[in-house]
């Protein structure tokens, strides 16, 4: 393609996209195909000639958008949004066409600059304090972005992990050091082989790393897990329960950390949460800063994948704790790819020390050394991420953030809250429904629970425990659901002392009042059939 069949075939892009969005409520939410569905219209190699682009767009169209579930549909309610904007769509566009992948400052100055600048524009929008800026007074604060909330806790747990080690080396030097402590001569005759030396230094990184212990709660994301999975350290799940709403409580972290070191381990890292997957608990951050000032080894991380957006909004600020945030935390986290009209991907990291991660990251080979990096007057965000090579996400976070300005973003995050209360309060009035976590956000967590009649239905105090009966209604009613995927979508989960139960998410901002109140016709004619069809019928 050249620049002028560039020229036309873009057009003829942005043209088709706008007809998109146009269809999208008339388009089924989940496409109708099945597995493998794709290998009947794609050849199984690359062609030897290329093709016509008339053609390739095409077949965008009709082979590959039938087989697109619509995140952007005004009928999705499944698990978190991931949400589009057009300013976030010129922005990858742009980026495409200057396609780098800025490691170093000089790679692009501009993309290690701005990047910078909207991690402080970010930090100040969610009311962060001086010591998550660039511009700190300790000069040491300020982030970066990643990809995602995985990338973000694996890269955490990778600084706490080196952290911790420091630590402990004061009193469990290593080797090299033993060995000159010991007297040994450099380059003399006992001198160990290099294989010696590393096969020595591994096995006291050993002895040190099983020691640690990385906390989360039953609650937590596997992305916690799966952190310590790949970095072979253990994780610790505390228990949370349905009274405390599923938060983490300063006194369970308390007798954990008095239980692990009684053990000889070292607990060194809690990925709190702010806002779980399942059912939007907040641990108490407050309480857990209270009870870490005593063991200032514990690296606090907040994980606010869905929700840390909405701390740009001052009435949301005290019941998430932002104080104790500001004032304790070691890191925190959100995708301004969920609910933050950003496009994929996009996972600000803050931390109150950048240190942390730039010595743990930090491998310079000859020929990614630079002038401006040598000299210490820039920042090569490559030594704070682990890939070496790094998407220009900033861009469309300046987009967004101009063009919506912060009165936009805020009213983006208060109408589809909005339009999750109105969800709500017709689950409220309908007495067979029950919601079982407190609603937060634009997010309802419900069930079907006949015997919850008389308690006012949506009484989350007036919930039942878990038994066989309701558990099969309310799988039932997820398969009923299930039938209905092509007009609205949502996600199914477990709770604890609840068991089987359906999230809705409202996010996008397609969304309008009339979505909402069709979808609750579906759950509530879903919810009809399976009480009718066990000898139960819906109060009138
Ligand atoms: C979505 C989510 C994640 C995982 O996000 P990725 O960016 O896809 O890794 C982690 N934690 C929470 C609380 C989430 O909501």
Redesign the pocket.
């Known amino acids: 393609m050249d620049i002028e069949g560039f020229r036309k075939a873009g057009y003829q892009a942005v043209d088709r996209i706008c007809d998109y969005y146009y269809s999208l409520e008339k388009r089924p939410v989940l496409p109708p195909v099945q597995p493998g569905f794709l290998s009947k219209s794609i050849p199984d190699q690359a062609p030897e000639e290329g093709e016509e682009w008339v053609r390739i767009e095409d077949d965008y169209q009709n082979v590959i958008m039938p087989g697109i579930t619509h995140w952007q549909h005004p009928n999705f309610y499944a698990y978190?949004p991931c949400n589009a904007s057009f300013e976030g769509a010129l922005a990858d566009l742009h980026c495409a066409a200057i396609s780098n992948p800025g490691f170093n400052w000089s790679c692009s100055p501009s993309v290690t600059e701005l990047e910078i600048l909207m991690m402080d524009w970010i930090a100040k929008m969610l009311g962060f304090n001086d010591d998550f800026l660039s511009t700190s007074s300790s000069g040491k604060g300020g982030g970066i972005i990643l990809g995602?909330?995985?990338?973000v806790t694996l890269t955490v747990a990778i600084a706490a992990r080196e952290r911790a080690i420091s630590d402990l080396s004061r009193h469990f030097p290593p080797p090299n050091d033993d060995m000159r402590a010991n007297g040994h001569s450099q380059g003399g005759e006992e001198e160990r082989s290099p294989d010696q030396a590393n096969a020595r230094l591994a096995d006291w990184r050993g002895k040190l790393t099983s020691k640690l212990v990385m906390y989360g709660t039953t609650q937590t994301?596997s992305?916690g897990a799966k952190a310590a999975l790949i970095l072979g350290l253990n994780f610790r799940a505390l228990e949370v329960k349905a009274e405390d709403a599923y938060a983490l409580r300063g006194e369970t972290l308390k007798r954990a950390i008095e239980e692990d070191k009684a053990e000889g381990r070292l607990p060194f890292l809690l990925v709190a949460?702010l806002?779980?997957?399942s059912s939007g608990a907040v641990d108490n951050l407050t309480e857990i800063a209270q009870v870490a000032s005593l063991h200032p080894e514990l690296w606090l991380h907040v994980?606010?994948?869905?929700a840390g957006v909405a701390l740009s909004l001052p009435e949301e600020r005290e019941a998430s704790h932002l104080d104790a945030i500001n004032g304790s935390f070691d890191s925190f986290s959100t995708?301004l790819h969920?609910w933050g009209l950003v496009q994929f991907d996009c996972?600000p990291l803050l931390v109150r020390d950048r240190g942390n991660l730039s010595r743990a990251l930090t491998v310079t080979p000859e020929f990614l050394r630079t002038k401006e990096g040598d000299s210490g007057s820039v920042l090569d965000l490559r030594n704070l991420q682990i890939p070496l090579g790094r998407r220009f996400r900033s861009l469309k976070v300046w987009f967004v953030l101009r063009s919506y300005g912060l009165q936009g973003f805020r009213d983006h995050l208060r109408r589809t809250m909005s339009l999750s209360r109105v969800f709500e309060s017709c689950l409220i009035q309908e007495p067979d429904f029950e919601i079982v976590a407190p609603p937060r956000w634009a997010m309802v967590v419900f069930r079907l629970n006949p015997a919850s009649n008389g308690s006012g239905g949506g009484d989350v105090n007036g919930r039942s425990k878990t038994n066989e009966g309701l558990e099969k209604l309310n799988r039932e009613l997820w398969e009923e659901l299930e039938k209905r995927k092509s007009e609205l979508l949502l996600t199914q989960t477990v709770l604890p002392e609840v068991g089987f139960c359906i999230r809705f998410v409202v996010g996008s901002p397609q969304t309008r009042e009339n979505h909402v109140r069709q979808a609750w016709n579906v759950v509530y004619e879903c919810g009809r059939k399976v009480l009718e069809g066990n000898g139960l019928s819906l109060k009138p």
Do not use: L, Q, R
């Open positions: 978190f995602s909330a995985s990338e994301h992305v949460s806002g779980t997957t994980d606010s994948a869905y995708n969920k996972s």
